[in-house]
């Protein structure tokens, strides 16, 4: 299984810290990482086959404070698909001249839908096809980008469809939303006025956020497993799916 | 006008010192830089719309031996566009399954052409529209992914048509060839057995090939202009098309 991490802002945030606690998870994840930076309508996409650990494209984004309001990161465990950039999370498709930044973890069985639209799979993993799978149906449900409710509310229907194939946590963002659909782990957390300083779960590294934050800021982080001690994260529900707004999270159905 | 820099070659080879000679070029080309590279089908895309002088992001590329038969990279200087990440080239879309990179030096006025198909520009370049184009022409005119032979036939059709509305030096890669096109500036060089030694137009820094290439290694170097003194750069004709694979060159028509 591989771990997720998807950030919401209302301000342009850096990652670094929250990164740095998902990479100490690559030694078991060891099997390349992933993470896209969203400004404006515009998409960084840094992947790499190699461990987040050694990774010299990893090391950058733990060192370059690249500030955005919309990321989503994964390091991966090969379940599905060898170990190969085209099978590196995150996968990127534009639609609707918008960039769509999809990430997931589970392992789906024997979803083979038809795909007849414009999305074709370039790797051979199961989260590709079940990605091109949504993009294809969101193109046929909307004619342009439509509002975060209404893609909302098509996801809804939508994600459960490979979620009855496996284990279907993922993460999708268009620079405008991210949305989070946990089968059966994901954790979420707002972090908002006032500040307090967060240990992260697996290393030695505090940061208070009370020092590099103004009182307006609200930042939403989503994560297979909480990232930190001393912040409160909620576990998502079996089937949930959650959209976070400008650093704002809010629960579906 | 921006600068492109292409490489393909028949076997992994790195990019640094042709790199580290196109970002000497960025004091003037200071709208950013972007460099996609190609990993088996899978793309690496690093786009920053800092200078390849000063961005974290180029001074990585220069560092880090990315091995790749296929690469594109471009430094930008605003013409149409704000300086912005989803301005920044190289482009990626995928069709049939495959990546699709592509770079553009020049100046397109009115070219507005309908875009019914399932590809729209995110940002607001003439280069990215003239890319959705592009790639929207080639899905109507193919089922699935051609042979090379036959898409550089359909590239000699649809190349000329933005081409009349201004310049349209460009490259285009999808891991199997690159084509590059040339309305104005475009200069290509093979390396091949036996090796000998280069020294960058801009700066002073040498390498000895033959130090560090098998005989049987080919590499094909496109670019805006030489960036090498002591090498045999041919200028391409106003209109020429050429497409390049396994480092090997051919002109088309």
Redesign the interface.
């Known amino acids: 299984m591989c771990q997720l991490m998807g950030m919401n802002a209302n301000t342009p945030t850096d990652v670094m810290f929250s990164f740095a606690g998902l990479a100490t998870r690559a030694t078991e994840h060891k099997d390349g990482f992933g993470i896209a930076f969203f400004?404006?309508?515009?998409?960084?996409?840094?992947?790499?086959?190699e461990s987040a650990l050694h990774s010299?494209?990893a090391d950058?984004v733990k060192?370059?404070p690249i500030k955005s309001s919309h990321v989503i990161a994964h390091i991966r465990k090969a379940t599905q698909g060898q170990v190969?950039?085209?099978?590196?999370h995150p996968f990127?498709?534009?639609?609707?001249?918008?960039?769509w930044v999809f990430a997931h973890n589970g392992d789906l069985k024997d979803f083979n839908p038809r795909l007849h639209?414009?999305?074709?799979?370039?790797?051979d993993t199961d989260s590709e096809r079940a990605f091109c799978w949504l993009m294809q149906e969101l193109?046929k449900a909307h004619a342009s980008v439509p509002t975060v409710d209404e893609l909302t509310h098509t996801l809804a229907e939508l994600l459960p469809q490979p979620a009855r194939h496996g284990t279907f946590n993922c993460l999708l963002g268009n620079g405008q939303a991210l949305w989070a659909h946990c089968s059966t782990h994901l954790h979420w957390l707002e972090r908002k006025h006032p500040f307090g300083a967060a240990h992260l779960a697996d290393e030695d590294l505090s940061v208070d956020f009370g020092a590099l934050t103004s009182p307006g800021d609200r930042v939403a982080i989503v994560a297979t497993q909480p990232l930190t001690r001393g912040e409160d994260w909620t576990a998502f529900g079996a089937g949930e799916l959650r959209v976070f707004v400008g650093g704002a999270s809010s629960g579906y159905g």
């Not at 400004?39 to 086959?49: A, M, Q, T």
């Not at 639209?117 to 790797?123: A, E, I, K, L, Y």
């Open positions: 400004e404006d309508k515009g998409v960084r996409l840094f992947v790499d086959p010299p494209v950058l060192r370059y190969r950039l085209q099978n590196t990127v498709r534009e639609l609707w001249g918008r960039y639209g414009s999305f074709r799979p370039v790797g193109a």
